[in-house]
RNA sequence: CGGGGCGUAGCGCAGCCUGGUUAGCGCGCCUGCCUUGGGAGCAGGAGGCCGGAGGUUCGAAUCCUCUCGCCCCGACCA
């Protein structure tokens, strides 16, 4: 390929639509451009790369014994119907009618149709277990696309949904995808980390996020310093602390406290810190109050309080000043555990804290040393906070870091939620109908190129792994109008292609300094220079565009230098 | 959906508040000269219904109303 033949409209300038340095570098270097909000061209350099990350992608899931289909991206209402989700899944689900006036979307995820594929054409055990996968522009309508490639309307998803007849079995699989998974994202270069996610009602560890540490990311993910613990905030557990025994529980004081009403008030009017009071929020868990015992600097993870609970978080919610003086009969700011006439649940840290300074039930006042089991019972207790910096990790007791993450791929155990629903069966080795227990998989492949280029650039440009960059060498000729380099140039060129390494020829009639600023921004991983070096001394330059270093050679060496390089980028 | 910002040449922007000849600047693009190891220089040139509609006015890029689009924060989403 040449590149004065090649569509790669470069900017010199980021432009004025794009926030994020993957959204700025993926237009800057002409991998991509906007057709509207959440919607791209792929151009030909963005289009290779995407293309890269797919070939491992399938490799690895041929590999892990799935098998490629690919179903249609428009899809009936009947089957969304049939699973419920017509109703539930909301406006994110484009739909629109053909001419007969009949219903339909544009897939934003396949398992209805799998499903529907499965119970047509699976019967037996013995046809079990089956993995299928398909590589396909998803369609979402989000209610904010952002960050160019990072959250599109449109975007390049692998969706694999497997089928097994024993739960024994759908581990298995869930753990070989979960394998798969780990050197997709190793070989593309990615710096990731495997996060447990909430599974909701199906519990147990079956479902992981794969997540890509950026600063850009959109989720918070928790990761310890010391070992491999990961998980996201809806998931991560507190480790409790162990209960001071050396203090001795004094007597309990009621305190006047007028006007203060948030934790930083109350603290500063009593001269302690928010971790030696107790705040009693008040939740509507299907529209009954609940109160919520937490340490004054602590805040409520509603995923996990919902599953203490047994019931969905779109079910409960922080309750409004009425409802919490309707129902405990004491103004918002002064409520407290004791005395109250509404169920309660503590977080587990209160069982360490002693003598610690509670709402007193009553306007204006605060009572304190107030001592969990002695001054009041929660009617439960359990681990229903967010995770701090300040926590330690539930594995090793290390460190943990708050960091943001990508997510780039998620896998799930969905057990037979859409096989029940659609009544997907088929028959086991004893003759009886049973439903298809399934998994599913996802990869973001054209967000695994932003998260890619977030994790590896410069300010020069992009820095793609060679495993995903576009193509793997650029061979720049500095004078065209020069015979002698001009045929040093084009012959590494041919070498190189005939070696199966993609190249590209900069044989634009350009100056020096265009061509190397283009090649640092579009960040193509081996940059061979041809120019006066070569007439003058015979040495061709070779650069490695990820870590800057420069060698220089006579022609004779630089094919199989150039190979060697990439042989050892390229896991 | 709530809040904020922006639409003027291919890209980045000024002009708008305080209406007044042919609407500017930088980059890019085209032609010529020159230059050729880090986005050069000189000369000439093309390119805009100032997002759209309506209104106010003798006169609107500029003021008013509506509308469409794009971006950011939040909500939502996995």
Redo the contacts with the bound molecule.
């Keep these: 390929m040449r590149f004065s033949q090649l569509l790669i409209p470069?900017?010199?300038?980021?432009?004025?639509?794009?926030?994020?340095i993957s959204?700025k570098l993926l237009l800057?270097a002409g991998f991509i451009r906007?057709l509207?909000?959440?919607s791209y061209t792929y151009l030909p350099l963005g289009l290779a790369a995407i293309r890269k990350v797919e070939k491992i992608v399938r490799q690895e899931m041929n590999a892990a014994g799935a098998q490629e289909l690919l179903m249609p991206m428009v899809q009936p209402a009947d089957l969304w119907q049939e699973s419920g989700r017509w109703q539930e899944?909301?406006k994110?689900l484009l739909r629109f009618q053909d001419r007969h006036n009949r219903d339909f979307c544009l897939g934003p995820?396949h398992e209805e149709v799998i499903t529907d594929l499965a119970r047509k054409n699976i019967h037996s055990y013995k046809q079990l277990p089956v993995n299928l996968y398909q590589i396909q522009t998803k369609y979402?309508d989000?209610?904010?696309?952002?960050?160019g490639l990072m959250?599109g309307r449109e975007f390049i998803m692998k969706d694999g949904y497997s089928f097994d007849a024993t739960d024994q079995g759908a581990e298995e699989t869930y753990e070989k995808m979960k394998y798969a998974y780990h050197r997709i994202f190793t070989r593309c270069g990615l710096n990731f980390r495997a996060v447990e996610?909430d599974s909701g009602a199906i519990g147990g560890s079956f479902s992981h996020?794969f997540m890509v540490l950026a600063e850009t990311g959109?989720?918070t993910v928790v990761i310890c310093k010391s070992c491999s613990y990961a998980a996201?905030m809806?998931k991560a557990v507190c480790m409790p602390s162990s209960a001071a025994t050396d203090v001795a529980p004094k007597e309990v004081e009621k305190i006047e406290t007028p006007g203060k009403r948030k934790v930083a008030a109350v603290c500063d009017f009593l001269d302690i810190t928010p971790n030696r009071l107790v705040k009693t929020l008040v939740y509507m868990v299907k529209d009954e109050p609940l109160a919520v015992l937490l340490r004054g600097d602590h805040e409520v993870e509603e995923v996990k309080l919902a599953n203490l609970l047994g019931v969905s978080d779109?079910e409960i919610r922080l309750a409004d000043d009425k409802e919490i003086f309707d129902a405990t009969g004491t103004p918002s700011g002064y409520l407290g555990p004791i005395g109250l006439r509404i169920k309660s649940v503590a977080d587990q840290e209160i069982a360490a804290m002693v003598n610690f300074a509670v709402g007193a039930g009553e306007k204006n006042f605060h009572l304190l040393n107030v001592n969990m089991g002695r001054d009041f019972s929660p009617t439960m207790s359990g681990d229903i906070r967010k995770v701090t910096a300040a926590d330690r990790c539930v594995l090793c007791g290390g460190e943990l870091k708050l960091t943001r993450g990508i997510?780039v791929g998620?896998i799930f155990k969905l057990g037979t939620k859409y096989s029940e629903a659609l009544g997907a069966t088929f028959l086991d080795d004893q003759g009886a109908e049973i439903p298809f227990i399934m998994g599913c998989y996802?990869i973001g492949v054209s967000r695994v190129v932003a998260a890619a280029i977030e994790q590896h650039h410069d300010k020069?440009g992009i820095k793609l792994p060679a495993a995903i960059a576009p193509v793997q060498a650029l061979v720049l000729n500095?004078?065209p109008?020069d015979d002698e380099i001009s045929r040093a140039a084009l012959d590494i060129y041919q070498q190189l292609q005939q070696k199966d390494i993609e190249v590209i020829l900069d044989d634009r009639?350009?100056?020096?300094?265009?061509k190397?600023?283009?090649?640092?921004?579009i960040g193509i991983p081996m940059r061979i220079?041809?120019?006066?070096?070569?007439t003058k001394e015979g040495?061709?330059?070779v650069?490695n565009r990820a870590s800057g270093d420069t060698l220089t050679m006579p022609l004779t060496e630089v094919v199989s230098t150039v190979a060697d390089l990439l042989a050892a980028a390229i896991l």
């Design positions: 470069t900017l010199k300038e980021d432009p004025a639509e794009a926030e994020v959204h800057r906007k509207t909000s959440g899944y909301g994110e995820t979402r989000e209610a904010r696309p952002r960050f959250r996610a996020e959109e989720d996201n809806e779109e997510e998620h996802g020069d500095l004078s109008k009639d350009e100056r020096p300094g265009i190397f600023k283009d090649a640092d921004l220079t041809v120019g006066k070096s070569f040495m061709i330059e650069r």
